[in-house]
């Protein structure tokens, strides 16, 4: 139908029991069902295809707040006259594409709308687009002498693209419609998935100190970074605490033999790679004395590095590892919190004509007591 159509059928529209609920129990049948569909708390709704705002004005009661938009000026024109009084905003424009800009909703709802739209499929991804995580899309729609959208047909359209859809049947229930129907009548609620909590790699590097000198291992076979140096370092295994990686991924890299009384936390970073997701790293100091520390550092895994090298900590080399560069630099200037944010075009590799990417982070100054009274850290 076009909006010329709808605005003719606008002053009889309320006249169909399901669209006016005028009948008590049909507006109490429908009131049921919006209070399972919506969430239990107060949300933002979005009713698309609005007609004369019976819908929007239920959820409103409920204590929604609702837009609801519809093509047709009059349809708008009699909304706006029944929700006189609310905080429902109601607008004029296509429910293919409601005219909100970039606002985002909890419920975004359509009762008979998708089937009339020329391309369903469009609108389903727009309308999900405008739902926010954990959000939800109530469609009501049906097939009529031949006409509408059966429910296997829009089922299969929104699976891929949310984490469950509930369909029922509502043709049975002759309290909805004001009589009995026989043809196919239903609702699917799409459930859109929660945001996901953010997690990331923790990474553990050593700083192995022989005097002013640090232990570095040139990468190779890894695939990244090969050929260039780095501090001793791995990733945290499920499980694990942050000391423990350090001490197990000693031991496999260089054949340290590290207690947990050898490490002292030297600088925690916050770090993304180039086109990579970001990871924080947590980099330990432990000391090396040739004669007097029971172990001699060797390379362990000459599948993953060439060899082993002793660099001065105040003239350390530029075919390093940028991440490991930035953090040694941090540590040698006493800075012990760092962001280290690479663009995607940036280089794996220190570029000493490159941009710096290092954002020291603040740290107290003063001195605080233990709960246990101890001594003042600061």
Same mark, same amino acid.
């Given at each position: 139908?076009?909006?010329?159509?709808?605005?003719?059928?606008?002053?009889?529209?309320? /006249?169909?029991?399901?669209?006016?609920?005028?009948? !008590?129990? #049909?507006?109490?049948?429908?009131?049921?069902?919006?209070?399972?569909?919506?969430?239990?708390? !107060?949300?933002?709704?979005?009713?698309?295809?609005?007609?004369?705002?019976?819908?929007?004005?239920?959820?409103?009661?409920?204590?929604?707040? @609702?837009?609801?938009?519809?093509?047709?000026?009059?349809?708008?024109?009699?909304?706006?006259?029944?929700?006189?009084?609310?905080?429902?905003? #109601?607008? @004029?424009?296509?429910?293919?594409?409601?005219?909100?800009? /970039?606002?985002?909703?909890?419920?975004?709802?359509? *009762? +008979?709308? $998708?089937?009339?739209?020329?391309? =369903?499929?469009?609108?389903?991804?727009?309308?999900?687009?405008? $739902? *926010?995580?954990?959000?939800?899309?109530?469609?009501?729609?049906?097939?009529?002498?031949?006409?509408?959208?059966?429910?296997? *047909?829009?089922?299969?359209?929104?699976?891929?693209?949310?984490?469950?859809?509930?369909?029922?049947?509502?043709?049975?229930?002759?309290?909805?419609?004001?009589?009995?129907?026989?043809?196919?009548?239903?609702?699917?609620?799409?459930?859109?998935?929660?945001?996901?909590?953010?997690?990331?790699?923790?990474?553990?590097?050593?700083?192995? %100190?022989?005097?002013?000198?640090?232990?570095?291992?040139?990468?190779?076979?890894?695939?990244?970074?090969?050929?260039?140096?780095?501090?001793?370092?791995?990733?945290?295994?499920?499980?694990?605490?942050?000391?423990?990686?350090?001490? %197990?991924?000693?031991?496999?890299?260089?054949?340290?033999?590290?207690? =947990?009384?050898?490490?002292?936390?030297?600088?925690?970073?916050? +770090? %993304?790679?180039?086109?990579? %997701?970001?990871?924080?790293?947590?980099?330990?100091?432990?000391?090396? /004395?040739?004669?007097?520390?029971?172990?001699?550092?060797?390379?362990?895994?000459?599948?993953?590095? &060439?060899?082993? &090298?002793?660099?001065?900590?105040?003239?350390?080399?530029?075919?390093?590892?940028?991440?490991?560069?930035?953090?040694?630099?941090?540590?040698?200037?006493?800075?012990?919190? #760092?962001?280290?944010?690479?663009?995607?075009?940036? &280089?794996?590799?220190?570029? !000493?004509?490159?941009?710096?990417?290092?954002?020291?982070?603040?740290?107290?100054?003063?001195?605080?007591?233990?709960?246990?009274?101890? =001594?003042? #850290?600061?």
């Amino acid at each position: 139908m076009t909006p010329i159509d709808w605005d003719d059928a606008a002053d009889s529209f309320d /006249e169909e029991p399901d669209h006016g609920l005028l009948d !008590p129990t #049909v507006r109490k049948a429908w009131a049921a069902k919006l209070a399972g569909w919506l969430p239990p708390e !107060p949300s933002r709704v979005l009713d698309l295809g609005c007609g004369t705002g019976s819908l929007a004005l239920l959820a409103t009661e409920s204590g929604h707040r @609702v837009t609801a938009v519809d093509l047709s000026p009059r349809m708008v024109g009699l909304a706006r006259a029944k929700l006189s009084g609310t905080d429902t905003e #109601v607008l @004029v424009g296509d429910a293919a594409r409601p005219p909100v800009g /970039e606002r985002t909703f909890d419920v975004i709802m359509a *009762r +008979h709308v $998708l089937w009339l739209l020329p391309d =369903p499929d469009r609108a389903l991804n727009h309308w999900l687009s405008l $739902l *926010r995580p954990g959000g939800r899309l109530i469609l009501i729609e049906g097939v009529w002498s031949g006409a509408g959208l059966p429910a296997t *047909r829009v089922t299969m359209s929104l699976a891929p693209l949310v984490e469950r859809v509930q369909h029922e049947h509502l043709s049975a229930d002759a309290a909805l419609w004001g009589r009995a129907v026989d043809d196919e009548r239903y609702a699917l609620i799409a459930h859109t998935a929660q945001r996901r909590r953010h997690t990331e790699v923790v990474d553990v590097h050593l700083i192995l %100190r022989r005097g002013d000198e640090v232990l570095l291992a040139r990468r190779s076979g890894t695939g990244y970074g090969d050929g260039l140096l780095n501090s001793p370092s791995g990733h945290v295994e499920d499980g694990e605490d942050v000391r423990a990686a350090m001490i %197990r991924e000693a031991s496999e890299e260089i054949g340290a033999e590290l207690d =947990p009384g050898d490490l002292r936390t030297a600088l925690v970073m916050h +770090h %993304r790679g180039p086109g990579g %997701r970001p990871r924080t790293g947590w980099f330990f100091e432990a000391r090396y /004395e040739a004669g007097r520390t029971p172990w001699e550092p060797y390379n362990r895994e000459p599948e993953k590095c &060439s060899g082993l &090298s002793w660099h001065p900590l105040s003239a350390l080399p530029d075919d390093i590892v940028a991440y490991c560069r930035a953090g040694l630099e941090a540590y040698r200037a006493g800075e012990r919190f #760092v962001i280290h944010w690479h663009e995607d075009a940036d &280089s794996i590799a220190y570029d !000493p004509d490159g941009t710096p990417r290092a954002t020291l982070l603040p740290k107290t100054d003063t001195g605080v007591t233990t709960a246990e009274g101890g =001594p003042t #850290v600061s």
